[in-house]
């Protein structure tokens, strides 16, 4: 079973910086894939960006150029580093961990984003 723990939101004032945090805990199998969704009030929960184990990256359009997502195997962390945030980037930030046994999510995390 893998346990995920965010950390790293907040409020911030447009066009800011944040970076957030995700640890794994457990073991995770085989190939596998880390990410970040996000959902804002009355809305869907949508992919921001994932990662593969083999550092392959995949980006929602309405974030490339603004966030880069990494990860270090050895600590099973993902990091998500969010630049120039607007308005509509506000939302719960959820981890979410895919691996050959299942998928597992974190409790998330809030970013407001003040204009």
């Known amino acids: 079973q893998v346990q995920l723990v965010e950390s790293g939101g907040g409020l911030v004032q447009a066009g800011g910086s944040l970076r957030l945090s995700c640890a794994a805990s457990?073991?995770?199998?085989?190939?596998?894939?880390m990410g970040w969704y996000r959902q804002a009030p009355g809305k869907q929960r949508e992919l921001v960006a994932d990662?593969?184990?083999?550092?392959?990256?995949n980006y929602a359009y309405s974030v490339r150029g603004r966030f880069t997502i990494s990860r270090d195997n050895a600590k099973n962390t993902v990091y998500l580093q969010m630049n120039s945030l607007k308005p509509e980037d506000t939302a719960v930030y959820y981890c979410?961990?895919?691996?050959?046994?299942?998928?597992?999510w974190g409790q998330g995390t809030q970013v407001t984003v003040s204009s």
């Open positions: 979410r961990c895919t691996d050959t046994h299942g998928i597992y």
């Open positions: 990662i593969t184990n083999s550092g392959n990256t």
């Open positions: 457990g073991r995770i199998f085989g190939n596998n894939r």
